[in-house]
């Protein structure tokens, strides 16, 4: 597990998404998650509704069924799976800023909370299914995150979980240099590997019932995002202020940062599929 070397907890996640809210929204769009590039031909828009679609697809969505989105951002990934698969959620952010952006767009099948999904509060087995697009990273206690997905899906239930991940026994220089920065300007407690992840999971009582590396599918994010940056610096004061001169404008270091680690093999993005057993025990 990269950890950084300063400590980061729930109170510096939120605060890093609160404070950066207008950089995230006009850079990154408001899914605030990599694109998935299946074709090559996708737009960026296109690209990041393909991995929200491989959720559902891989969560094997059923009209009705009730869902947990952990670390819901916007709400933009639960309003697309709420209205494309007839599913209700519940999203959880610790981020008052991107919780009072979703209210503006709210819809009756989705709840969103700004709540700690380490305390979520849900009753025992009251979820059909869940995902965590790139939000189990910024988990200060991942051993917990795991366990409160299985306390919270009923038997039978699904977990989806899309990672930034560590490269297996990364070299020295890499983790020096691009793994832990990235995880200290980017307010991740801890960034895991694979076989980590999976060895949590079943310990928690998952199944692993498969795993996808789409890393290469994925990376294209980063230069977009750079180069969607310096155009808003440019032409936006605001955009700029924040980008230079706020206590958490190390998040915008770590998009050469992220591009490198992709380049490299430093980081992986992977698609974990998870399974509560049923009541038979299968």
């Given at each position: 597990m990269i950890v950084p070397?300063?400590?980061?907890?729930?109170?510096?996640?939120?605060?890093?998404?609160?404070?950066?809210?207008?950089?995230?929204?006009?850079v990154w769009g408001e899914h605030v998650h990599h694109g998935l590039w299946e074709t090559g031909r996708e737009t960026p828009g296109e690209a990041v509704e393909e991995l929200v679609d491989t959720v559902g697809d891989r969560l094997g969505l059923l009209p009705g069924q009730a869902c947990v989105d952990i670390g819901c951002g916007y709400g933009s990934t639960a309003r697309r799976l709420a209205v494309t698969r007839g599913v209700h959620v519940t999203g959880f952010t610790l981020s008052a800023e991107q919780a009072r952006h979703a209210a503006v767009h709210s819809m009756p099948s989705v709840d969103i909370y700004v709540r700690d999904w380490l305390g979520n509060g849900l009753p025992d087995a009251s979820a059909d299914a869940a995902w965590s697009i790139e939000s189990s990273e910024h988990m200060v206690d991942k051993p917990r995150f795991f366990a409160e997905a299985h306390r919270v899906l009923a038997p039978g239930g699904r977990f989806v979980i899309c990672a930034w991940l560590a490269e297996t026994d990364a070299s020295g220089w890499k983790v020096r240099h691009l793994l832990e920065p990235i995880c200290r300007e980017g307010r991740l407690p801890s960034l895991g590997m694979r076989e980590e992840y999976e060895a949590m999971a079943t310990a928690a009582g998952f199944a692993v019932t498969g795993y996808e590396d789409v890393s290469r599918r994925v990376a294209r994010t980063w230069p977009i995002c750079a180069v969607r940056l310096v155009k808003a610096m440019l032409v936006d004061p605001e955009i700029r202020r924040l980008a230079l001169g706020t206590r958490n404008r190390g998040a915008i270091l770590s998009i050469p940062r992220l591009i490198l680690a992709y380049r490299t093999g430093a980081m992986r993005y992977g698609i974990f599929r998870l399974s509560k057993a049923g009541e038979n025990g299968r």
């Open positions: 070397d300063i400590s980061q907890d729930a109170v510096a996640v939120a605060d890093h998404y609160d404070e950066l809210d207008p950089i995230y929204r006009r």
